[in-house]
């Protein structure tokens, strides 16, 4: 997965992400994807605009991995994310 968002980061848009940002509200599926482009520093802007979004509502703790039999706990991050799995990129 890390190696496909790696790819598709170079093609994306801070105009796309405004545009995106108006009318998504999956806000688990945000919060997993702003997570993973800060831990991986791929650019500074783009975590800060879904971050800027999600903060003008109430967002819960989520499990970077959804698992039916596990429930996010502790995050430790501003993102609530429950870092259930190790992030490793094939490239």
Do not use: H
């Amino acid at each position: 997965m890390l190696a496909i968002l790696e790819e598709l980061v170079e093609a994306l848009y801070l105009k796309d992400l405004e545009e995106l940002l108006t009318w998504y509200n999956n806000k688990s599926t945000l919060q997993r994807m702003g997570y993973l482009l800060e831990e991986l520093q791929w650019n500074d802007q783009l975590p800060e605009m879904i971050f800027n979004s999600l903060k003008e509502n109430a967002f819960y703790p989520v499990l970077l991995s959804p698992d039916k039999e596990e429930k996010a706990g502790s995050t430790g991050n501003r993102w609530k994310i429950d870092a259930n799995v190790e992030l490793e990129s094939d490239i």
